[in-house]
C-alpha cells in the first residue's frame, strides 16, 4: 500500500513538471479567448456541492464547500497532445475563463486545481472552493424557518456578446450539513442574462436551502410552555370531587317490584374557598413568573432579528393566557374573601366572577385550539 502511494506521488510530479513544460503554439496568447474574432465562446459549469459548513444568521451568509468543473473548447490547442492530459498542481498558461462568484462575502479560497487537456482541444478546468455566500436570513418562522442561498456565477470582463455561461450537470442530492441546527432541503440550478451599465453579462445561479431542526426549541420552549399551561388551567378550573350520594333503583322480588336506595360516585364541581383561592393564585404566579424566566431566556439564546419569530407569537399567546388565568384566580381569592365578611357580601360580584369563571373554563381550550390550528398554518407551511 504504502509503495503504491508512493508510486502514485511520483506520477504526479512527472505531470506536473510536464504541465509546467507545455510547448505552446507561438502565436498563443493566454490572455486572448479562443475565439477572439468569431462568436462568443461556451463554457459549461457544472457545481459539486461537498458540503454545508454552517449557517450565520448574524453575517446573513452561508460557508459552503464547492468543486467548480468548467470546460470550453480551444481550437488553439489542437494536437498539443497526444493524448488526454491531466495536469495538476502547476497549471499550464492557457486561456481560463474568469468565471468568479459574484456575491462571496470574503472571498473563495481554492485549496486544489486540476487541468485535463484533450486532443481535441477540449479543456477541462476544476477547483476544490470554500467560500460565504451572503444571503438575506429571514427568521419569522424560526423555528420552523428554511433558509436560501444564491450562488452567483458569472464572468468578470467578458459579456454575453464574448462569453456564454452554460449549466452542464445536475446538483447532487446528499449533501452533508455541519451545522447542529440545520439539514440540506434542495439546490436549484438556473440561469439569467442580466443587463448592466458595462453590457449584458451571462448569469448562473445556484440556490441552496437548508431546513433548521425545531426539535430542540420545542422540548426546551414550547412543550414546557404547553404542561405549564396545562398545569394552570387544571388547579384553576378543575375542582371537582367524588361524592357519595344515595339513589332509588327498582328491584325486582317475586311478583312485586320494589324501590331500593343504592349508593353512587358522582362527580361534583365545587366553587374553591378563599384559602384554596390563595392558593390558586399562588401557584399562577410562579407558573407566570416561569413561563417569563423561559421566554426572557429563549430570547437570549435565539438569533436575533428585528422581525417578531414564530417563537416569540408562541411564547406572547402562551404568556398572555396564563396572565388571564392569574387575573382570575386572584380575582376569584378577593371575591371569596369578600364573602366571609356579611357586610360586604356584593351578589353582582359573585354572579360576574361565576360568569368569568364559566366563560374561561370553555373559551381558553376553544381559543388554543383555534390559535394552535392557526399557528401550523402559518409557520408549518
Not at 167 to 193: K, L, R, V
Not at 202 to 223: K, Q, W, Y
Amino acid at each position: 500500500m504504502v509503495k503504491l502511494q508512493r508510486t502514485a506521488a511520483f506520477l504526479l510530479t512527472i505531470i506536473s513538471y510536464a504541465a509546467a513544460t507545455l510547448d505552446l503554439p507561438g502565436n498563443y496568447s493566454a490572455s486572448s479567448r479562443p475565439n477572439e474574432d468569431g462568436v462568443a465562446d461556451v463554457v459549461n459549469v457544472s457545481i459539486e456541492l461537498l458540503s454545508i459548513r454552517g449557517v450565520s444568521e448574524t453575517k446573513s451568509e452561508m460557508t459552503v464547500d464547492i468543486t467548480m468543473h468548467t470546460s470550453w473548447v480551444d481550437a488553439r490547442l489542437l494536437e498539443q497532445v497526444t493524448r488526454d492530459t491531466f495536469f495538476v498542481g502547476h497549471i499550464p498558461s492557457i486561456w481560463i475563463p474568469s468565471v468568479q462568484i459574484a456575491n462571496s462575502e470574503s472571498g473563495s479560497h481554492a485549496s486544489n486545481k486540476a487541468l485535463l487537456l484533450g486532443k481535441d482541444g477540449l479543456v477541462k478546468f476544476s477547483q476544490k472552493l470554500t467560500t460565504q455566500i451572503s444571503c438575506p436570513i429571514s427568521l419569522a418562522k424560526y423555528p420552523f424557518d428554511r433558509q436560501a442561498c444564491r450562488l452567483q456565477l458569472n464572468s468578470f470582463g467578458y459579456t454575453s456578446v464574448h462569453m456564454v455561461l452554460v449549466w452542464h450537470g445536475t446538483i447532487n442530492g446528499d449533501i452533508p450539513t455541519y451545522h447542529p441546527e440545520f439539514s440540506f432541503s434542495y439546490a436549484e440550478q438556473t440561469s439569467e442574462n442580466i443587463k448592466t451599465g458595462d453590457g449584458e453579462y451571462s448569469n448562473l445561479f445556484l440556490e441552496v436551502a437548508v431546513s433548521r431542526c425545531p426539535l430542540r426549541v420545542i422540548f426546551r420552549a414550547m412543550l414546557p410552555s404547553i404542561l405549564l399551561l396545562a398545569f394552570s388551567y387544571y388547579v384553576t378550573f378543575c375542582h371537582c370531587n367524588f361524592i357519595m350520594i344515595n339513589k332509588a333503583a327498582p328491584s325486582a322480588n317475586g311478583h312485586h317490584v320494589e324501590e331500593t336506595m343504592v349508593a353512587q360516585r358522582v362527580i361534583e364541581c365545587t366553587t374553591p374557598d378563599a384559602e384554596r383561592s390563595l392558593i390558586i393564585a399562588a401557584i399562577n404566579g410562579l407558573i407566570f413568573i416561569v413561563i417569563i424566566f423561559v421566554a426572557q431566556m429563549n430570547f437570549i439564546d435565539s438569533p436575533k432579528s428585528s422581525a417578531v419569530s414564530g417563537l416569540d407569537v408562541w411564547l406572547s399567546f402562551i404568556t398572555a393566557i396564563v396572565f388571564v388565568v392569574l387575573w382570575h384566580s386572584v380575582q376569584l381569592y378577593f371575591t371569596q374573601s369578600n364573602k366571609k365578611s356579611s357586610d360586604k357580601i356584593n351578589p353582582n360580584d359573585s354572579c360576574y366572577v361565576n360568569k368569568t369563571t364559566n366563560m374561561l373554563k370553555i373559551g381558553i381550550p376553544v381559543v388554543f385550539v383555534i390559535f394552535f390550528v392557526v399557528y401550523c398554518g402559518v409557520y408549518l407551511s
